[in-house]
Structures are given as C-alpha cells and as structure tokens.
C-alpha cells in the first residue's frame, strides 16, 4: 500500500516534521500562493492520484487559516487523492456551544459542519470541550481528540518544586485534578465571574494553603489572558512566590504572553500552537492517533 504524504499548510513545518519523523508517511510540499487583493492558490507539488493526505494546520485565528485550508482540502481531492485527513492540533470555533443570548449562531456546529465535508477524519489535543460530551456530537466524520494533560503534569513534576496548582474557573477541574494526580500535588479551583469578552473577576478559594510552595497556574487555553491576569493579581496580594502559568494552548490575543511574564510569571505552553513559550511536545500524541485513523480508514475502505 502506498505511504500516506504529509503536508503543512503555511505556518505549520514545525509540527509536519516533528511528526514526520514518527510517522511512516511520505512528506510533500504545498505552496500556498496569496495575490495581491489577498486571495489564496495552494498547489501541490506530488502527484495526488492514489494517495491518502494528510494536512497539518492548527487553527488558532482561524478566520485567515480556514479558506485556505478548505481550498486546499477540494484541491487535493479534485487530483485524486483517496482520502484526506486534518491534524489540527489547536481546534477552534469550540467555545459558542450554545445560543447564550438570542439571535447568536451556535458557530461550533458550524465549522464543525464546514470541516466534516471536506475531511475524511480529524486528530486535534484537548478541544475546549464544555458542553459537548465528544467531538462525535457535532463532527460528522471520525475525530479523536487527544489528551495532553499527562504531558503537563510530566513537565510540572519535574520542573516545579512544591507546586499548588490553581484552576482559575470550575471549567478547568476537569484538566486540574488529573495533572495534580500526575504531578502529587495539591490543587485548588477558583470561582471566575465573566463580565465581558475581555473582563473576568476571581474570586479567592483556600489561597492560604499556599504557604511555602509554588504556585502554578493551569488551564486549556490562554486567549486574552484576563482570567490569568486576575488570578496572578490575588497571588500577588497573598505575598505567593512567583507563578508558573501553564496551558495546554497559548493563543495569546492581545499580547497576554507579555503581560503574564510582565507579572513576574513563568510561562508554559504546548506546541500546539507555535510560539517560544512551547516547552511541551505532543507530536507524539498526535503521531499515535493519525497511525491508528489511517490505518483504520485505509482499511474499511
């Protein structure tokens, strides 16, 4: 049977070769033109007839990524791929899981929707999944989502000493409790009462079991860093030893990475999306879900 070709959409070599290197693929090249009025043309270097492709491409902002990686998709079908499989390792447009206010979309379902008729299968790590149970709820096609919390709590138990991790909302327990069982840790969650897209305020639950050790801040995804901010704020007011923040996803909107090191914080991040604050590797969580969806693709079909 042929090998499956690799591919990395613009921004995403990194990733491709890190799996590369795991994978028993072979590895192509896509060009991804933009004209002057900032319309996209993908090429394809390899010839596609016959081949199952894989595209990499993390959708943090995704607005600019999506059209391309859409076009890309019908492309690679149009010459004659057999199947064609998305690696997303940050999966975005998960956060609008319901109508909250009326007249809203419910925008998960779909771009959910948009990705499912163009790919035949998806791989992703720790989607923001709340009220959703699985991806099955509202991706048409096989998607695993791999979890990256025992790579943290790895990272934090041999990195951090004493460490106290802190969940900043009642959404984080799920991530906290299982990366404080990885690490032996304590852990408290913290209450979050939203006020806006970009206004949080915390309030303090069991601060003074702090005393001596280090805290460490832990969530899925840091966006505009507001949650993380306060809670770096009341730590600092309880006299706390300097932070570590961790998050399985920095998409970092409006320069959070710098205004959480300005609070004197380390911080941490995975590589799902690139950015020097990667310290945590899950290509090979990433590699071990493509193996097994391929292979079982290729072989009911």
């Known amino acids: 049977m042929t090998r499956p070709l690799l591919l990395a959409m613009p921004g995403n070599d990194a990733m491709a070769a890190k799996l590369a290197g795991q994978l028993d693929t072979d590895v192509g090249t896509l060009e991804c033109h933009i004209f002057p009025d900032g319309e996209t043309l993908p090429r ?18 995704p607005n600019d990524k999506i059209l391309p990686l859409l076009f890309a998709a019908a492309a690679a079908r ?62 048409a096609v096989p998607a695993v989502a791999e979890r990256a919390e025992p790579l943290l709590g790895d990272w934090i138990a041999r990195n951090v000493k004493d460490p106290f991790l802190i969940g900043p909302d009642e959404e984080s327990r799920q991530w906290v409790e299982l990366v404080a069982r990885i690490c032996g840790a304590e852990y408290a969650v913290m209450t ?62 409006d320069d ?24 945590i590797d899950v290509s090979r969580l990433l590699a071990r879900a493509i193996t097994a969806l391929d292979q079982k693709m290729a072989f009911e079909h």
């Open 44 to 61: 394809f270097a390899e010839d596609l007839v016959g081949r199952r492709v894989i595209l990499v491409c993390t959708l943090a902002r």
């Open 78 to 139: 149009e010459l004659g791929a057999t199947q064609v499989g998305l690696v997303a390792p940050y999966l975005s447009y998960m956060r609008q899981d319901r109508r909250f206010h009326p007249g809203e979309a419910i925008t998960s379902r779909y771009f959910a929707a948009l990705l499912s008729r163009a790919f035949d299968w998806l791989v992703t790590i720790d989607p923001h999944l709340h009220r959703y149970k699985s991806l099955s709820e509202i991706y």
């Open 192 to 253: 979050k009462q939203r006020l806006g897209d970009r206004a949080v305020r915390i309030v303090p639950e069991q601060m003074n079991r702090l005393a001596g050790k280090t805290p460490v801040l832990l969530d899925d995804i840091i966006s505009s860093g507001k949650t993380m901010l306060e809670t770096l704020r009341l730590l600092k007011l309880q006299g706390a030893k300097a932070a570590v923040a961790v998050a399985i996803h920095g998409v970092f909107a």
């Open 256 to 279: 959070a990475d710098e205004l959480i090191r300005a609070c004197g914080a380390t911080l941490v991040t995975s590589n799902t999306v690139p950015h020097p604050t990667n310290a």
